[in-house]
Nanobody, 124 residues
């Protein structure tokens, strides 16, 4: 099993920045691609960004392209989401996910392990 713990969420004003972290523990050798998803109140959970096992390939939702950057440090078993130019519509619970597959994926079913989520609130 792989355990994922997110951190770094909080309250920020529009235009501000936050960096989310997701630390993996347990059988980390099983982790391949990593992803971030988010769920706003009353809405379905949606894909935000993903990074391949090597860190070379990344994917982003159109709504965050140019503002968010996903990265990973395999030595630390940690994935990051740098969020800049935040907007009120970015308000959501952000979830980290890990896949046993090496390539990136945008579907929830691509991922096998999930964190508990961290709240991000952007005020206008």
């Amino acid at each position: 099993q792989v355990q994922l713990v997110e951190s770094g969420g909080g309250l920020v004003q529009a235009g501000g920045s936050l960096r989310l972290s997701c630390a993996a523990s347990g059988r980390t050798f099983m982790t391949g691609a990593m992803g971030w998803f988010r769920q706003a109140p009353g809405k379905e959970r949606r894909f935000v960004a993903a990074i391949s096992k090597s860190g070379i390939n990344t994917d982003y939702a159109e709504s965050v392209k140019g503002r968010f950057t996903i990265s990973r440090d395999n030595a630390k078993n940690t994935v990051y989401l740098q969020m800049n130019s935040l907007k009120p519509e970015d308000t959501a619970v952000y979830y980290c996910a890990a896949s046993v597959l090496t390539a990136t994926g945008v579907a929830e079913t691509w991922y096998h392990y999930w964190g508990q989520g961290t709240q991000v609130t952007v005020s206008s």
